[in-house]
């Protein structure tokens, strides 16, 4: 048996932390940012909604129309934590009040949606000029495209667009001779998982520590005779790491489903009347014995993140094993967690110092100790 614990020391030095999409000013950290952005009625609002605030995507149907630019701040866990910034429609760059240097300086990811069941050509050209204009000002940040509204179209039509698009998009970057500009894209629907999916690995790209989580995630499972694993936000049903054998959507959805199922039991049976309402903690766990001889085991890593794992009946039999190896993957995780938190600390006592420095009345300069 490969004890778990023997490995982990050489895992935290793949953790490393980027700071250029956080800042830190006077003491407030700014949450990397997240922008939505495309033309109106694209579904930009109906995408934040239904990720993180779990509204139904039928109650979409019923959104008004954005008219000026709306920040939310997501801070589910210590990981999955960022600023959601939904634009109205039609934005003017040319706008002298619109400062569109200052919010794409400070923003990570920039996603891009496209209504696939409506004519695509002017939100090509829209998003040809959002990104050079974004890139201009800011070359690290993700470009993300979403080709939204595909529940309506059938599977070939699906790729035949995505193709299309694809390849519209870059020949507009390269006749700008501006290939190095790299586009992602995900086709996306609100009516399915694939909207979590896609956000999911928008929001991987954001997260620093992702190698390290990988890492301790594809150890673990190699341990533990398990096929695959996810590390879940369960407010939002985001994945912010799994292993690195590929996602197959079906796992996926299977996963979400679990999710849902364990909240809405604990909802129903698990809250006494009094109780605020958390219906979900330390106790949090479930298995789930599916019809092919797999099993789904699900188990609370942090106050706000759940692993979720798939493997063979006859390897459930060593559940033993698995929970100690479950054990030394928590510790390890709450590790990465403190070591992030020190430097976060850390860089935020230097910029006190440094404000303090700058700010002193009359030319005095303060010297903390
Ligand atoms: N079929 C389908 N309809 C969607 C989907 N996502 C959003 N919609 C619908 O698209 C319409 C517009 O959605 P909004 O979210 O208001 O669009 P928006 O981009 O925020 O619009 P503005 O605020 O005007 O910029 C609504 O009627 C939604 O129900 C989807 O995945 N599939």
Known sequence: ???????????????????YHTEVRNSNIVKPRILLMGLRRSG????????????????????????KICREDVSNSSFVSFQIWDFPGQI?????TFDYEMIFRGTGALIFVIDSQDDYVE???????????????????????????VDGLSDDHKIEKQRDIHKRANDDLADAGLERIHLSFYLTSIYDHSIFEAFSKVVQKLIPQLPTLENLLNIFISNSGIEKAFLFDVVSKIYIATDSSP?????????????????DISCIYGLTGDEAGTPYDKESMAIIHLN???????????????????????????????????????????????????VQRSRKLLSQRRWSKQTVPNGTQVHPH
């Open 247 to 263: 996602v197959d959507m079906q796992t996926y959805e299977l996963c979400c489903d679990m999710i849902d199922v364990v909240i």
């Open 44 to 67: 930009k609002s109906s995408i934040q909604k239904v990720v993180f605030h779990k509204m139904s995507p039928n109650e979409t149907l019923f959104l008004e129309s954005t008219n």
């Open 1 to 19: 048996m490969t004890l778990y614990s023997a490995v982990l020391p050489c895992c935290t030095e793949y953790l490393y932390f980027s700071n």
């Open 92 to 96: 003017d760059f040319f706008d002298p």
């Open 292 to 342: 092919n001889t797999t099993v789904m085991y699900l188990k609370e890593v942090t106050k706000f993140l759940a692993l979720v794992c798939f493997l063979r009946e006859e390897s459930f039999e060593r559940k033993g094993l698995i929970d100690y190896n479950f054990h030394c993957f928590k510790k390890a995780i709450e590790e990465v967690f403190d070591v992030r938190l020190k």
């Open 123 to 149: 939100a090509l050209s829209r998003l040809h000029l959002t990104v050079t204009r974004a890139y201009k000002v800011n070359p690290d940040i993700n470009f993300e495209v979403f080709i939204h509204k």
